[in-house]
């Protein structure tokens, strides 16, 4: 599952870390790809995440070679 009308994606690069802010901007929930840590349900990320209508989720990505 991917991104569709009405979510936003956005990934912020840091020097060691990766996050991905996921924004659902609809009245119905989505599911969206991520693996890492969700920090808003400090719950782990194992490959789907459902973000609710109206929901954010901040995903604190593993490092790979590109983070790492």
Do not use: K, M
Not at 19 to 43: C, H, K, M
Request: zero cysteines; glycine letters at 12%.
């Amino acid at each position: 599952p991917g991104a569709g009308r009405g979510v936003e994606i956005i990934r912020r690069r840091g020097a060691d870390r990766a996050y991905r802010f996921v924004i659902n901007t609809t009245d119905r929930p989505v599911e969206v790809d991520a693996v890492g840590d969700d920090l808003v349900t400090q719950s782990r990320a194992t490959g789907t995440i459902v973000v609710p209508a109206g929901g954010v989720r901040v995903i604190r990505e593993q490092p790979t070679e590109e983070t790492a």
